[in-house]
């Protein structure tokens, strides 16, 4: 691996002065946070900002505020390890803090943020490889290269939403505050997301993610699971995602099932959802429900594991995340 | 035959590197002895050593046109060799000093491009040069394991007892030779050395492809068939309704006796291994006995066993001479501290330390009093490095000898001056003592003064050469060592039937050290095997991009998937000491032996659990799934290769066994007309 290439590092006190700087920067700015997902890229060549900003110095971006009754604001620059760790966060939103437990590794979460992980760039075997290995291949359409190898008559670039926090977002439906010099605003984390490898965020360079919502806890209860090799460092080849919104007599009132780890964005899988909606929690039904994530999930050849098995895999963990929604 | 492009010069033409037949005794007779034949086909990956450092090296070329190089190798003798030659200096302008390094696992034996280039770089520009290869190019140096296609063919009586093996492997070698020739040999010389294997038949082809090549990593070309003999017995075992651990205890090799290849095995401790593990594990109270109807253990949980055994130290140095293969000097001060000067490289195992206790123990003082300098080919007489586990046997010996004569000196040196019979002296808590008046004696130190007193400045040698091998056909130079360790492994497994992932939940590992000269140090080999073997078991596979220009597919330590701590199970590790005559106070070798019963007694383990056979490692879970969809359906509840390829194999070279009056050597070959 090559070192870093030289940029100008710039470290803002106040979000006004962070997107001025963005601002001034252009094209060529880029914001960092922990840097984990960032810098190992620079070193690789995949993204050559000249103009870094750091934005772990801004107070904003570095709290948490509110609770389970009324809804939490979480900081994007709180760490990963802080979100494992919170009180309030263990307390009412369990599942983000155990999401954020099967991250990477506890060295990687002291430094990653959360603002970071869902932003995290899409992976793939022929993409995430130094700059001399991408030379070897011709490069790849998501970098310096016209043809995607995953699939090579595709005009689209395959390269996969792999951080587990993102279908967990998603499902829970947490909010996004996005700022820029021209002002802010709120997005659904689903609507962040695009199915495309290359241009997988509905945001501009230039905006900022300063900070995550989640909904008051009134009743749904959420989870989510994650395949991958090993029970460290590895992201994930499959995340399910899950939230259920069950009435006092076991009925589903409402469901999310988000799949992860399998497509450029995370996968809503409506079919799912609709066979649990309006119907008590029984095996038939979680299990319909597996079978149409099974059905819906079609990774490709891009990811540690063969695609096939990944795509089977769908079932048992959508399964065991219903069933664990079933006894919470 | 073809006349087909050659890859290299050398070699045995086109892409083959080597091809070997061997023959011990009279196989058609064996077959016909036996009451079951099985034929069985094994596969097993490749994959790296994955050591924690990069390999690196420095290299100064002085004002007086003398050079140094600073390298993480495991062999700075054979690196001096390949500067001298390549470099065109003379070797006695060359010093080559080893690094404490990262680990080598196999992986730092050959000499290396890097080290050549710093060379003469430095040697162009007269500066310090220096290189470290990034991870990447770690991975495409490799030298790792060969990924071996194997077939096995074994006649067996209804109670095991093995009547032939008939034995192929095929090597997948990479783009050069490396030790390539020595690990085809590999895949078929230790077959016959922990069960009795009257007859044997051999056949191995390495080929050249256009990968990183592959060379020796722990257990060198011994793992892949291991692997395959003991999922085979199993297999046997199954067939014939025996327990596998009764099985293989009514058929061990004997101690002290020569085999079918002619190896001669010395202390043979398999037998207590097998019981250790046995007891352990309560195999007995966990093992289905084949009766999956009746099973002790739930379904999705099995046991498994298999075992191994291993060179300590191969019999014959890389390049033909008849030096000893390891050389000690120790130089003894006035002060009364004794310097050990070795070439050996310690590469983590701890070898330097070796030479302080055995050193300690026979002069009577503390490991601490010690000084010990190493793997530097200036300072220390020539030990030819650390590979083939041949360390501590060979290092130890020589240090006995040196030190034994240094004992001596003092002990000539004290009984005069005491006026008391030298077989009366003994050394021991730094102190030169009578036995029979233990308080009349002298100082360690007072001794060395008084020796150097009478003999002048005190310095000795020691050095070592393996015994000759009783094989005297070709290719009987790989197999022969002066001893052999043994171990044998339980493995617990839990198999996921819904995803096929496969859990590995405790090791019982029994290893016949001969004798412990540190504990510690051997069960730490021990447990590093274990995990090793997990790896390689499971996980870890060097896999390319056939359709884009052969590259790595993950060079990474991100994407080469290896365990980590929380993959690492509980391991109970059990010593048998059982003293080998040809080892240092009878220590044998713990550096790779215990690696090789791992990945077979998971593989059996699997089967145990869930009713199929991975006949490859790794085995992943999409194998496991695969076979389980398979049996379900009916098929052959079965994961592996399932056809060899077509070799025109030369006409084998046939040795008569020792059972059959044979003396080691070939029999002429007897002219075929048609």
Partial sequence: MMRLPKFTYRVPRTVADAVKMMSDAGAEGQFVAGGTDLYPNMKRRQQTPKTVISVTRLKELNQIAGDGRSGLRIGASVSLTDICEHMLINRDYPFVAQAARTISTPILRNMGTIGGNLLLDTRCNYYDQNYEWRKGINFCLKKDGEVCWVAPGSRKCWAVQSSDLVPLMVAVGAKLKLVSTLGERVVDAAGLYNDDGIDYLRKRPNELLTEIQLPPRNGWRATYKKLRRRGAFDFPVLGVAARLDLSDDGTVKDAKLILGGIAPAPVEVKEAEQALIGAPLDEERMQAAAESCYMKARPLDNTDFLMNWRKQMARPYVLRALQELREQ | ?674
Wanted: net charge negative; aromatic share 8%; glycine share 10%.
């Fill in chain 2, 1 to 674: 035959m073809i006349d087909e492009p050659r890859i290299h010069d050398y070699g045995d033409g086109a892409n083959v590197h080597k091809k070997v037949s061997l023959e011990f005794g009279d196989m058609g007779e064996g077959f016909k002895e036996a009451d079951l034949i099985r034929e069985d086909i094994l596969f097993y990956e490749g994959n790296t050593h994955l050591p924690m450092e990069q390999h690196a090296a420095v290299a100064h070329f002085d004002a007086d046109h003398k050079l140094t190089l600073w390298s993480a190798t495991q062999t700075p003798h054979y690196v001096h060799r390949a500067l001298a030659k390549t470099l065109e200096l003379p070797a006695s302008h060359i010093r080559v000093i080893a690094t404490p390094n990262g680990g080598g696992f196999g992986g730092k034996s050959d000499p290396f491009n890097h080290e050549i280039i710093v060379s003469k770089l430095s040697m162009m520009t007269g500066r310090p040069v220096k290189v470290t290869l990034t991870r990447e190019e770690v991975f495409y140096c490799h030298r790792g394991r060969h990924p071996v296609l194997m077939k096995i063919r074994t006649g067996v009586k209804k109670d095991g007892a093995i009547t032939a093996m008939d034995f192929q492997s095929f090597l997948d070698g990479g783009a050069y030779g490396s030790y390539g020739v020595a690990s085809t040999f590999y895949t078929g010389a230790l077959q016959t050395v922990t069960y009795n294997v009257p007859r044997y038949k051999f056949r191995g082809l390495r080929a050249f492809t256009n990968k990183p090549p592959c060379g020796p990593k722990r257990g060198h070309g011994t793992p892949q068939p291991r692997f395959a003999l003991e999922v085979h017995l199993d297999k046997i075992a199954e067939e014939l309704k025996l327990d596998p651990a009764e099985m293989r205890l009514k058929h061990l090799v004997q101690p002290f006796s020569v085999t079918a290849n002619y190896l001669r095995i010395g202390s043979m401790g398999l037998g207590k291994c097998i019981e250790k593990v046995v007891e352990g594990s309560e195999w007995k109270k966990k093992f289905s006995n084949w009766d999956r109807e009746n099973r002790k253990l739930p379904e999705g949980k099995g046991v498994g066993l298999a075992c191994s055994s291993y060179i300590c130290g191969a019999g014959l140095p890389i390049y033909w001479n008849n030096m000893p293969h390891s050389g000690v000097q120790l130089r003894l001060d006035r002060q009364g501290g004794v310097c050990v000067q070795c070439g050996s490289t310690d590469i983590g195992q701890g070898s330097d330390s070796i030479l302080a206790y055995i050193v300690a123990e026979i002069l009577g003082i503390d490991p601490f009093d010690i000084r010990v300098i190493t793997a530097d080919t200036d300072l220390t007489p020539v030990d030819l490095g650390s590979y083939s586990s041949r360390v501590t046997l060979m290092t130890g010996n020589a240090a006995i000898q040196a030190a034994e004569r240094a004992r001596e000196l003092l002990t000539m040196a004290v009984a005069e001056k005491l006026s008391v019979p030298i077989e009366n002296l003994s050394f021991a808590d730094r102190r030169v003592f009578d036995v029979e008046n233990p308080e009349t004696g002298v100082t360690f130190a007072e001794a060395v003064v008084l020796a150097e007193s009478k003999f002048g400045t005190i310095g000795t040698v020691g050095s070592y050469t393996p015994p000759r091998s009783p094989g005297r056909y070709k290719g009987a130079g790989v197999g022969p060592s002066p001893a052999y360790s043994y171990s044998a492994a339980v493995a617990e497994v839990d198999v996921d039937a819904s995803t096929g992932i496969v859990t590995v939940e405790r090791i019982w590992i029994g290893h016949d050290i001969g004798q412990s000269i540190n504990p510690a140090l051997v069960m730490g080999q021990v447990e590093g095997s274990v995990y090793m073997g997990l790896g390689e078991a499971l996980m870890e596979e060097m896999t390319y991009r056939a359709n884009r220009n052969v590259v790595h597919k993950f060079p990474s330590l991100l994407e080469y998937k290896s365990p980590t701590t929380l993959e690492m199970c509980d391991v109970v590790t059990y010593l048998i000491e059982d003293r080998d005559p040809n080892g240092p106070f009878g220590a044998k070798e713990v550096g790779q032996g215990p690696l090789l019963p791992v990945m077979p007694a998971i593989a059996n383990a699997v089967y145990d659990a869930v009713g199929v056979r991975i006949d490859e490692v790794p085995i992943t879970p999409e194998k496991v799934l695969t076979a389980l969809r398979d049996k379900a359906k009916g098929r052959e509840a079965r994961f592996g290769p399932k056809r060899v390829p077509d070799v025109e194999w030369p006409q084998p070279l046939k040795v008569l066994t020792p059972a059959e009056g044979g003396d080691g050597k070939e029999m002429p070959r007897v002219a075929v007309h048609s």
